[in-house]
């Protein structure tokens, strides 16, 4: 008899404690006790959509109420950090956005590691055209004594590729990657270009400090600095001046600051609740050296991400007259830190003619979007529209039409969407992808007419 009393209070304790499990959730969510930090990467949850009769009976409340309720759910964040850190761990892996866990604990984002695999890889075609587009800036800017040049700074696939883990890694042809076959066109085309990506290679094994973090994606601050140090020591040689001197006068060891954040960004992504062991990363303590007949350039940078950790070491700030960063050719920056402003908003002719020098900086990863429309919209505004002109444009139209195509192809939903579009118009699945890839170029075109 007590044995089965004993029994019931088990299933009974069980019970309460399964009760306690579900219902500590919906307090959370009504009357929230425990304040959650948001998850790195994410957007905050959406309020839940106010309800009316209208959006009720026309199905829209209950469409939007279901997911906005699953990202308010008490614990949300906790609990996909509970999964996260399972995952990371037991199995050693991260299903979190594109975060790739690869040898020796080296963090990935399956961007770069496609970029070095090639799989982002434009075309020859594509590539031929941009890079005689730039050709065509690089040599009108000339005219007005603004130098342009191309930077490529090294990508954590390509710089870290041994870490890469081998499932991952495909057999690479030499001209099948962004990279080499604009390294090869700037070449051939006899294109200003620092070659950031081979340099970092060559210094890799003698370098003292990390170049680059295992837990993040971009330069470390002495990577930032060695790069910003070797733009200038180019911008001297490509301008015949000498700038202000940079000197290393010490270094600051530190495992990781807020301000030093980025060596920890693919981290920061997994959304685990442990750190994820990381060397000490060297800051460098600089000090910057002018007199009177040093030259302070004007100078813009277009690129990706990867010119803010050039900004952090404050070498911009003491080696140019005045510097700007567009970054992705849409934000721009210093002013974008004290309110958002945009390269749209700015006469870009305007702007291009204060400067004295202008450098398209981009990683491997950047690649598929570089030059990031400014050479395009450039080129339209010195271009005259001649035959040359409308020979080029009509290879840029057959060449985004192919490779829209070929996108097509390679998307499941979007040529599923179209095959589908082509039954109710009573036409061939060849004429829909090709009318959509007209839309697609037509786009392109008046937007870059409306920037």
């Avoid at 950090?81 to 975060?99: A, I, K, P």
């Avoid at 590691?113 to 730039?134: M, P, R, V």
């Avoid at 962004?178 to 006899?190: L, R």
């Avoid at 450098?359 to 919209?377: E, M, R, V, W, Y």
């Amino acid at each position: 008899m007590a044995h089965s009393t004993n029994i019931v209070r088990v299933k009974h304790g069980v019970f309460a404690i399964f009760i306690v499990i579900i219902t500590i959730p919906l307090f959370q969510f009504g009357l929230p006790f425990i304040k959650e930090t948001n998850l790195n990467g994410v957007d905050p949850a959406p309020p839940l959509p106010e309800f009316s009769t209208a959006t009720w009976f026309a199905g829209d409340y209950q469409k939007n109420y279901e997911p906005a309720f699953e990202l308010n759910t008490g614990f949300h964040n906790t609990l996909v950090r509970v999964h996260n850190q399972l995952n990371y761990t037991v199995f050693g892996f991260s299903e979190v956005g594109d975060v790739v866990v690869g040898k020796g604990n080296y963090l990935f984002l399956n961007s770069y590691i496609n970029a070095y695999n090639g799989k982002d890889f434009l075309g020859s075609e594509y590539i031929d055209i941009q890079t005689e587009k730039i050709k065509f800036v690089q040599t009108e800017l000339k005219k007005k004594n603004i130098a342009l040049f191309v930077a490529f700074a090294p990508g954590k696939g390509s710089f870290y590729s041994e870490y890469i883990p081998d499932k991952l890694k495909s057999d690479i042809k030499h001209d099948s990657t962004n990279t080499a076959c604009y390294k090869k066109m700037f070449s051939e085309k006899e294109i200003n270009f620092l070659d950031l990506n081979s340099y970092f290679l060559s210094i890799k094994k003698n370098e003292k400090h990390p170049l680059y973090s295992n837990t993040g994606v971009h330069w470390t601050e002495y990577g930032s600095y060695i790069a910003g140090k070797k733009i200038v020591s180019y911008i001297e040689k490509l301008r015949n001046i000498n700038m202000t001197e940079i000197k290393l006068q010490s270094f600051e060891m530190l495992s990781l600051s807020g301000n030093h954040s980025s060596d920890y960004d693919a981290a920061s992504l997994m959304n685990v609740f442990s750190s994820i062991s990381h060397p000490e990363y060297a800051i460098p303590k600089l000090q910057f050296v002018s007199d009177s007949t040093t030259a302070k350039p004007r100078f813009l940078c277009i690129s990706d991400s990867y010119f803010a950790g050039i900004i952090n070491t404050k070498i911009p700030q003491n080696v140019f007259t005045d510097y700007h960063n567009w970054l992705y050719n849409n934000g721009v920056l210093p002013e974008g830190y004290l309110r958002k402003k945009y390269v749209s908003e700015l006469d870009a002719k305007k702007e291009i003619e204060k400067q004295d020098v202008i450098c398209l900086l981009a990683t491997d990863a950047s690649l598929a979007q570089f030059p990031f429309g400014f050479i395009n919209k450039t080129y339209e505004l010195y271009a005259k529209k001649d035959a040359a002109y409308y020979a080029l444009k009509n290879r840029e139209f057959h060449c985004s039409v192919t490779r829209t195509i070929q996108n097509i192809n390679g998307n499941y939903s979007w040529k599923k969407a179209l095959v589908e579009n082509a039954k109710k118009k009573g036409i061939s699945e060849t004429d829909e992808f090709i009318l959509n890839a007209l839309w697609v170029y037509e786009q392109e075109q008046l937007k870059l007419k409306n920037e």
